[in-house]
């Protein structure tokens, strides 16, 4: 079969004992579809053919890994013995090595990040089919579609604010949403408008401000090394944030239990000027990709509903009145837009 298996909150998982059988099965039929196809496309430079034979063989081993009912942290280890047997051929692929191997201590940081938002692959022959997968994904597309999602936001609230724009990116990786939006004004608005940055990664937070350092001036710019989690416990964490207009989060939720997600969610309402816009994202625990990230890739995300959602914003004192839960347009990434009167 050569469908992706989509997480059910019902499926049963297969016995202990079957789990090590089936996913060596799954690896060998995987190294072995992707030997057949290095031969029929003259190792993978027939792009086309390769690609489309590599989605194939990637299809038929996610669906088997998928069957065995280990989703999350539960995967981790089984899916060690994928490595074990294709490793050396997986390992071609930029960017789900990058997300497997975290040379920066976690999964989406921003070099893949910027990749998938500008769809960059590998020249390696055959890692230029698995990158193709990678980008292929609707996890990937949900995040390029939510990075213009916000940089409408900040488009739109700029341009409809008379005084000065503040614009907070709170894990802001490589703050490309906030490079689309200033893009979008052009130099209508740029001396209007501040940026704060907040990170964890200095080296994401260099990039970011660089990137965006060519279309507002310098001294617009504030970067902040922080670890976000314990924001709210800060002292002067009032005067770090300030108050401003539109506060940017799109990806920092899926990383975060309920009880910091609440208590930042709590800061981030407390500290939006009025008349301002909140947005945080959260991946959905349904999306197609969700195999795929965890069996090849170890990337692992704390999934939240659309009742979820509703709930945190309840907890964390958001008015009920003042949020709307929505999606981008694929539908596997939540947005919780909050809006302060």
């Not at 942290?73 to 074990?84: C, G, H, K, T």
């Not at 981030?268 to 969700?290: E, I, K, M, Y």
């Not at 890739?297 to 509903?305: F, I």
């Not at 979820?308 to 958001?318: E, F, P, S, Y």
Request: glycine residues 8%; aromatic residues 6%.
């Amino acid at each position: 079969m050569s469908v992706i298996p989509i997480w059910r909150n019902d499926q049963k998982k297969i016995a202990t004992a079957e789990v090590d059988s089936l996913v060596s099965d799954a690896a060998l039929e995987l190294a072995s579809s992707l030997e057949s196809t290095k031969i029929a496309t003259d190792h993978f430079n027939d792009t086309a053919l390769a690609t489309a034979l590599v989605q194939l063989a990637m299809d038929c081993c996610l669906q088997k890994l998928g069957s065995t009912g280990l989703w999350g942290q539960e995967n981790r280890i089984a899916s060690n013995a994928i490595y074990d047997i294709a490793g050396r051929e997986l390992s071609r692929g930029w960017l789900q090595t990058r997300a497997r191997e975290k040379p920066l201590g976690y999964a989406g940081d921003h070099q893949l990040l910027t990749r998938i938002c500008n769809r960059t692959a590998t020249e390696d022959p055959l890692g230029f089919c698995f990158d193709q997968y990678f980008l292929s994904q609707s996890a990937p597309e949900a995040v390029r579609q939510r990075t213009k999602l916000a940089a409408r936001h900040l488009a739109h609230g700029a341009m409809n604010h008379s005084e000065q724009f503040s614009v907070l990116g709170l894990g802001c990786g490589p703050a490309l949403e906030i490079d689309y939006g200033l893009k979008l004004l052009g130099e209508r608005s740029a001396a209007s408008i501040k940026v704060t940055l907040l990170d964890l990664c200095g080296e994401a937070i260099s990039a970011a401000a660089q990137r965006i350092s060519g279309l507002i001036p310098v001294q617009n710019i504030t970067t902040i090394r922080e670890n976000l989690p314990r924001l709210p416990q800060r002292r002067d964490v009032e005067r770090t944030l300030g108050n401003p207009h539109l506060i940017l989060c799109p990806g920092l939720f899926d990383y975060l239990d309920d009880t910091i997600a609440t208590a930042l969610l709590r800061l981030l309402w407390q500290q939006l000027a009025s008349g301002g816009t909140l947005l945080v994202g959260n991946f959905a625990p349904h999306h197609a990709t969700r195999a795929y990230m965890e069996w090849i890739g170890n990337w692992y995300l704390t999934y939240r509903s659309e009742e979820a959602m509703n709930t945190l914003a309840d907890q964390a004192g958001v008015p009920n009145d003042c949020v709307q839960i929505g999606t981008e347009p694929t539908g596997d990434d939540w947005f919780l837009v909050a809006r302060k009167p």
